[in-house]
Protein backbone atom coordinates (compact mmCIF):
# COMPACT_ATOMS: atom_id res chain seq x y z
CA UNK A 1 0.00 0.00 0.00
CA UNK A 2 1.18 3.64 -0.34
CA UNK A 3 2.34 5.94 2.19
CA UNK A 4 3.36 8.95 2.68
CA UNK A 5 5.04 9.51 6.42
CA UNK A 6 5.56 13.08 7.38
CA UNK A 7 7.86 14.31 9.93
CA UNK A 8 7.51 15.78 12.70
CA UNK A 9 4.50 15.75 14.03
CA UNK A 10 4.36 18.69 15.47
CA UNK A 11 7.00 21.25 15.77
CA UNK A 12 7.26 24.69 17.92
CA UNK A 13 10.07 27.39 16.78
CA UNK A 14 10.90 30.78 17.44
CA UNK A 15 10.15 33.49 15.26
CA UNK A 16 12.74 34.12 12.66
CA UNK A 17 14.01 31.06 12.67
CA UNK A 18 14.14 28.76 9.96
CA UNK A 19 12.87 24.88 9.64
CA UNK A 20 12.16 22.42 8.26
CA UNK A 21 9.73 19.38 7.47
CA UNK A 22 10.30 15.96 6.19
CA UNK A 23 8.25 13.90 3.41
CA UNK A 24 8.84 10.02 2.99
CA UNK A 25 6.94 7.98 0.50
CA UNK A 26 6.91 4.79 -0.88
CA UNK A 27 4.52 5.62 -4.57
CA UNK A 28 6.18 4.81 -7.65
CA UNK A 29 6.02 5.32 -10.09
CA UNK A 30 4.51 9.33 -9.45
CA UNK A 31 3.08 12.12 -11.50
CA UNK A 32 3.83 14.56 -9.07
CA UNK A 33 4.58 15.67 -4.65
CA UNK A 34 2.77 18.48 -3.45
CA UNK A 35 2.91 20.68 -0.31
CA UNK A 36 -0.10 22.30 0.84
CA UNK A 37 -0.24 24.65 4.05
CA UNK A 38 -3.43 24.64 5.81
CA UNK A 39 -4.33 27.19 8.42
CA UNK A 40 -6.55 26.21 11.25
CA UNK A 41 -10.08 26.13 9.67
CA UNK A 42 -9.24 26.71 6.16
CA UNK A 43 -9.23 25.14 2.99
CA UNK A 44 -5.06 23.76 2.17
CA UNK A 45 -3.09 26.36 0.10
CA UNK A 46 -0.89 24.96 -2.55
CA UNK A 47 2.73 26.17 -2.28
CA UNK A 48 4.34 24.04 -4.76
CA UNK A 49 4.07 21.38 -7.25
CA UNK A 50 7.33 19.37 -8.27
CA UNK A 51 7.58 16.63 -11.02
CA UNK A 52 9.81 13.52 -10.37
CA UNK A 53 12.34 14.88 -12.83
CA UNK A 54 13.16 18.76 -10.31
CA UNK A 55 15.00 18.43 -7.73
CA UNK A 56 13.94 21.97 -5.95
CA UNK A 57 10.60 24.53 -6.15
CA UNK A 58 10.41 27.85 -4.29
CA UNK A 59 8.01 30.24 -3.36
CA UNK A 60 9.11 33.38 -1.24
CA UNK A 61 10.57 32.15 1.99
CA UNK A 62 9.25 28.36 1.02
CA UNK A 63 11.79 26.04 -0.56
CA UNK A 64 10.41 22.03 -1.47
CA UNK A 65 13.06 19.79 -2.10
CA UNK A 66 12.65 16.49 -3.91
CA UNK A 67 14.93 13.27 -4.24
CA UNK A 68 13.21 10.72 -5.97
CA UNK A 69 16.05 8.38 -5.72
CA UNK A 70 15.31 8.39 -1.73
CA UNK A 71 12.02 9.06 -2.02
CA UNK A 72 12.19 11.68 0.20
CA UNK A 73 11.14 15.44 -0.31
CA UNK A 74 11.77 18.36 2.24
CA UNK A 75 10.08 21.77 2.95
CA UNK A 76 12.44 24.53 4.03
CA UNK A 77 10.62 27.74 5.92
CA UNK A 78 13.42 30.63 6.20
CA UNK A 79 12.75 33.28 8.63
CA UNK A 80 9.75 32.08 9.86
CA UNK A 81 6.88 34.50 10.59
CA UNK A 82 3.83 34.03 12.83
CA UNK A 83 1.37 33.47 10.06
CA UNK A 84 3.60 30.34 9.26
CA UNK A 85 1.96 28.64 11.89
CA UNK A 86 0.03 26.15 10.46
CA UNK A 87 -0.41 22.59 9.78
CA UNK A 88 2.06 21.65 6.46
CA UNK A 89 0.76 18.56 4.25
CA UNK A 90 2.71 16.68 1.62
CA UNK A 91 0.30 14.62 -1.10
CA UNK A 92 2.01 12.30 -3.73
CA UNK A 93 0.16 11.92 -6.87
CA UNK A 94 0.16 9.12 -9.14
CA UNK A 95 -0.02 9.42 -12.78
CA UNK A 96 -3.26 9.37 -14.70
CA UNK A 97 -4.60 5.95 -14.79
CA UNK A 98 -2.95 5.03 -11.36
CA UNK A 99 -5.81 3.72 -10.02
CA UNK A 100 -9.36 4.74 -8.78
CA UNK A 101 -7.45 6.52 -5.67
CA UNK A 102 -4.18 7.73 -7.03
CA UNK A 103 -3.79 10.68 -4.22
CA UNK A 104 -1.52 9.19 -1.01
CA UNK A 105 -1.44 12.43 1.88
CA UNK A 106 0.75 12.42 4.36
CA UNK A 107 -0.86 13.13 8.11
CA UNK A 108 1.02 16.59 8.24
CA UNK A 109 2.87 18.75 10.33
CA UNK A 110 1.48 21.46 12.98
CA UNK A 111 4.10 23.67 13.09
CA UNK A 112 3.70 26.68 15.66
CA UNK A 113 5.68 29.76 15.59
CA UNK A 114 6.59 31.19 19.17
CA UNK A 115 7.19 35.20 19.50
CA UNK B 1 -12.15 36.68 -9.42
CA UNK B 2 -13.29 34.60 -6.42
CA UNK B 3 -12.46 32.09 -4.71
CA UNK B 4 -14.29 28.22 -4.45
CA UNK B 5 -17.34 28.47 -2.22
CA UNK B 6 -18.91 26.05 -0.34
CA UNK B 7 -22.64 25.68 1.33
CA UNK B 8 -23.54 25.30 3.95
CA UNK B 9 -20.70 26.08 6.03
CA UNK B 10 -21.53 24.08 9.16
CA UNK B 11 -24.26 20.97 9.21
CA UNK B 12 -25.88 19.34 12.05
CA UNK B 13 -27.21 15.84 11.13
CA UNK B 14 -28.55 12.84 12.90
CA UNK B 15 -27.60 9.19 12.19
CA UNK B 16 -29.33 7.68 9.12
CA UNK B 17 -29.92 10.98 7.88
CA UNK B 18 -28.89 12.20 4.38
CA UNK B 19 -27.27 15.31 3.31
CA UNK B 20 -26.20 17.20 0.27
CA UNK B 21 -22.97 19.64 0.13
CA UNK B 22 -22.83 22.46 -3.03
CA UNK B 23 -19.61 23.60 -4.38
CA UNK B 24 -19.12 26.52 -6.78
CA UNK B 25 -15.77 26.08 -8.24
CA UNK B 26 -13.52 29.60 -9.54
CA UNK B 27 -15.16 30.99 -12.68
CA UNK B 28 -13.80 29.22 -15.67
CA UNK B 29 -12.39 25.61 -13.69
CA UNK B 30 -13.73 22.80 -15.15
CA UNK B 31 -12.27 20.48 -12.66
CA UNK B 32 -13.39 19.50 -9.06
CA UNK B 33 -12.86 17.64 -6.66
CA UNK B 34 -13.57 16.26 -3.34
CA UNK B 35 -12.04 15.23 0.00
CA UNK B 36 -12.74 14.35 3.38
CA UNK B 37 -10.82 15.35 6.19
CA UNK B 38 -10.93 14.11 9.53
CA UNK B 39 -8.17 14.03 12.76
CA UNK B 40 -7.75 10.63 12.31
CA UNK B 41 -7.19 9.99 8.75
CA UNK B 42 -6.35 13.10 8.00
CA UNK B 43 -7.51 14.53 3.82
CA UNK B 44 -8.61 10.75 1.81
CA UNK B 45 -9.72 11.70 -1.94
CA UNK B 46 -13.51 11.14 -2.17
CA UNK B 47 -14.01 11.93 -6.42
CA UNK B 48 -12.98 13.73 -9.20
CA UNK B 49 -15.23 15.29 -12.05
CA UNK B 50 -14.56 17.36 -15.51
CA UNK B 51 -17.32 18.65 -17.73
CA UNK B 52 -20.03 16.92 -16.08
CA UNK B 53 -18.38 13.24 -15.66
CA UNK B 54 -16.48 11.67 -12.35
CA UNK B 55 -12.98 11.00 -13.81
CA UNK B 56 -11.56 8.94 -10.26
CA UNK B 57 -13.23 7.91 -7.26
CA UNK B 58 -11.45 7.23 -3.84
CA UNK B 59 -12.29 4.54 -1.42
CA UNK B 60 -15.49 5.66 0.08
CA UNK B 61 -18.68 3.89 0.69
CA UNK B 62 -21.70 3.75 -2.44
CA UNK B 63 -23.08 6.16 0.44
CA UNK B 64 -21.16 8.72 -1.04
CA UNK B 65 -21.78 9.84 -3.84
CA UNK B 66 -21.40 13.20 -6.34
CA UNK B 67 -22.33 15.16 -9.62
CA UNK B 68 -21.28 18.01 -11.63
CA UNK B 69 -23.63 20.82 -13.60
CA UNK B 70 -22.76 21.81 -16.48
CA UNK B 71 -21.96 25.24 -14.74
CA UNK B 72 -19.51 22.80 -13.31
CA UNK B 73 -20.85 23.13 -9.64
CA UNK B 74 -20.73 20.17 -7.92
CA UNK B 75 -22.68 18.76 -5.10
CA UNK B 76 -21.75 15.40 -3.37
CA UNK B 77 -24.39 13.46 -1.34
CA UNK B 78 -23.78 11.02 1.76
CA UNK B 79 -26.78 9.09 2.60
CA UNK B 80 -27.78 7.06 5.37
CA UNK B 81 -25.37 9.29 8.04
CA UNK B 82 -22.95 7.65 10.14
CA UNK B 83 -21.28 8.73 12.82
CA UNK B 84 -17.99 8.28 11.57
CA UNK B 85 -18.81 10.48 8.96
CA UNK B 86 -18.07 13.63 10.73
CA UNK B 87 -15.54 15.34 9.07
CA UNK B 88 -14.67 18.94 6.75
CA UNK B 89 -15.57 17.83 3.26
CA UNK B 90 -13.05 20.37 0.91
CA UNK B 91 -13.88 21.57 -2.67
CA UNK B 92 -11.07 21.90 -4.46
CA UNK B 93 -11.05 23.30 -8.45
CA UNK B 94 -8.29 23.48 -10.92
CA UNK B 95 -7.95 24.66 -14.54
CA UNK B 96 -6.93 21.51 -16.03
CA UNK B 97 -8.75 18.36 -17.35
CA UNK B 98 -7.29 16.92 -14.04
CA UNK B 99 -6.77 18.28 -10.39
CA UNK B 100 -3.64 15.45 -10.85
CA UNK B 101 -1.93 17.59 -13.00
CA UNK B 102 0.95 20.16 -12.34
CA UNK B 103 -2.01 22.78 -12.37
CA UNK B 104 -2.97 24.20 -9.03
CA UNK B 105 -5.73 22.64 -7.01
CA UNK B 106 -7.39 25.91 -5.26
CA UNK B 107 -9.41 24.37 -2.22
CA UNK B 108 -12.74 26.25 -0.84
CA UNK B 109 -13.15 26.87 3.26
CA UNK B 110 -15.02 23.32 3.52
CA UNK B 111 -18.18 22.19 5.03
CA UNK B 112 -17.66 21.26 8.39
CA UNK B 113 -20.30 18.08 9.36
CA UNK B 114 -21.17 16.63 12.59
CA UNK B 115 -23.54 13.73 13.05
CA UNK B 116 -24.98 13.09 16.26
Known amino acids: KNQVEQSPQSLIILEGKNCTLQ??????????LRWYKQDTGRGPVSLTI?????NTKSNGRYTATLDADTKQSSLHITASQLSDSASYIC??????????????FGKGTHLIIQP | KAGVTQTPRYLIKTRGQQVTLSCSPI?????VSWYQQTPGQGLQFLFE???????NKGNFPGRFSGRQFSNSRSEMNVSTLELGDSALYLC???????????????FGPGTRLLVL
Open chain 1, 50 to 54: MTFSE
Open chain 1, 91 to 104: VVIEPSGGGADGLT
Open chain 2, 27 to 31: SGHRS
Open chain 1, 23 to 32: CNYTVSPFSN
Open chain 2, 49 to 55: YFSETQR
Open chain 2, 92 to 106: ASSSGTSGRQRETQY
